[in-house]
Structure formats: structure tokens, C-alpha cells
């Protein structure tokens, strides 16, 4: 939707935006699209462009849009997070040079822009091509650092929800370091094959959508007797031809604020020995996270979904499970905006999915 106030021009016709504007009087009432999802979603992504230096007041239209240091705002390259201390979460105020455009955020935003930029990052260390063609046309893409003939895979999974952008940075970390430790030769890593989704819903990505909690389901719900995204199949398909053995992460993001959104953590299931697995890999996680402010927190989750004996819609790591090749799978939770008090920016996620991928090779057999 685009509304022009004067000088001012709010939209969100580009990719990865997000957002109904309504203007009144004085004042920019912000809420976000919730297009095809349900319940309590978060996201939004908007660009403000001026025409004299204006200073904007968004009032958002309903709690627990904004963290605790407001939007992340984008003038020049780089996103940051607006506020330098804690505030509420009822309006912020946005200042625009005059002929400048802001781009505000309640995450730090991750589409095929940014994805390109650590393609460019990492060269040729690593392989990329298209696991299939998505609903939209779009590739979705897979990511490998190659050894096919390797005894095991180490597999990534990420944006089963489009909009958990702080997931993809946690994976260029957790890719970066794999890389890394394999160019140092660890013994783990030179037996493994990494094969990475890193956009399991590539268009909704690319359309600034909620994800979770589509209707009638989402990606991550997809793993259900029958596949309705062809994502979701093609991934089947192409572990259904896999005969090494599977560790498997598929990484998340929670809500924007309040005490379990503001915390890494690992969800457990009530599958047999998952709770064990998980709070193994937990421990890992915690003695080696630089933040040590109270450690990680483990999830038990019972539902349905969750379990790999599930007949219904269950989850990514759920169906993993299910598998006999698969030794680990596990859903992982990275925060969308602050971590133990202080926001997070892309490098605090790439440290986290680096200790992740070290973590998930010291438990590999
Ligand atoms: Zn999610």
C-alpha cells in the first residue's frame, strides 16, 4: 500500500515489505500485513521517502510490533536498531533528510538482496543451484559444500517462515563456519557433506509475508502425510535418495518481545530421546556462548506437530525424525531483535550459528 502525505511517500511495494499505512492528520498509524497467516504475527518493512526533512511519528496499531529499541532503520547500507536504550512498544519517530529514503523494520530484513551479497561473500567455497522451482517461479535455492562422497550430511534448513529473517544470518554463520573449519582441517567436517536450504519459502520471502501460520498450513507445517509446496517435496524427494546418515537443524524465530522472545533456545519434542539429544546439544550451546548471561533454554514441546509418530502437520524436524537415516533434528530459535537484554545485529546471529555448527559437529558420530 502506498500513501503520499505532502511531501512524504510511505509504501511497501518492494521486496521483503510489509505494512498497512494509514495517515491521520498529523499522525502515521502503522500495522502489520497479515495477508494469508493467523494469530499474532509481527512482521512489517517499510520505506519512507521526503521530499523536505520531515520527522515522522508512526504510532503502531496494536503491542508487541516494535522491540525494545524500536524499528531497525536502514538510511545508508546498514540497518540499525533506532533506539540506543529500552523503550515501549506503542510509536516511534523517524527522521528524513530532505530527498532521502528510510527504510524501518521491526527485524533487520533478509531476502535474495542479502542472500547474494553472502554468495559474493563466501565464492567458491561453496556450490549453489535450485532444489526446484517454487509456486512464484522462483529457484528455491540449496547450498553445498561438497563431499558426496563423504559418510554423512550435515543438513541446514531455514525460512520455513518467510518472515524470520534473523534465521538466515544465524545459517551464514553456521555455513561460514563449517567452511572455516573444514579449510583447518576437522577431522568432522572433511566426513561430512553440508547441504543447506536456505529459503525453504522463497516467495514469501521475496513478498514480505508473514509465512507462519498460513492457511490452511505453512511450509514448516507441510510435512504431513501429503505436501501441498514443492519446496517441501523436493526436499523429500531428495532425502528419500539419501542413504548416509542425517544431522539436521532447522532454524527459527520466535515473537518480537517478552521473556521467551528475547532468548535463543532449543525445542525438544516428546519423541524418544529427544530430550536428551536436545539438551545435550543445549549444553554444548551454552559453554560455548560468549553471551553467558543465563545460557540457551530448552523446550520440551508436546504438540502434535511436533512429534515424528504425528499423522497430521507436523513439523520439518518432526518428519526428520521420522526418518532412519536421521541421528539429529532439532528446531532451533534465534531471537528477532534483542538477546538477553541487548539487541542483536547480524554479526551476534553469525556467532551463534558459528557455535551452533560447532556444537552440532562435536555431537556427530
Ligand atoms: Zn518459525
Redesign the pocket.
Known sequence: MDKTRAALFLETSFPTGNGLVVIRDDEVLLDRELRDSTGDRWYWHVRATAAQDTELRVRLARPLLLGQFGPAARTADEYHWLWPIAGPDTAFDLQIAAGTTVYASATIPYGAHEMAGFRRRLGSALWWGDLTTSEGGRGVPVVKVRAPESRRVILLTGR??AC?AMASFVLEGAIEEFVALRRDGDATARTSELIALPMMDVDGVHDGDQG?ARTPWDH?RDYGPTSRYQAVSALRSMLANERRAVYALDL??PGLRGPIEERPYVVASADPGDAETAAELLNLLNAADGRARGGSRLLLFEYEWNSSSSSGQRCCAAWLRSLPLTRLATTIEYPNAVDRGQPINPADARDFGAILMRSLLTMVE
Open positions: 520455513h517462515h524470520e507462519k514448516n527459527h524465530t
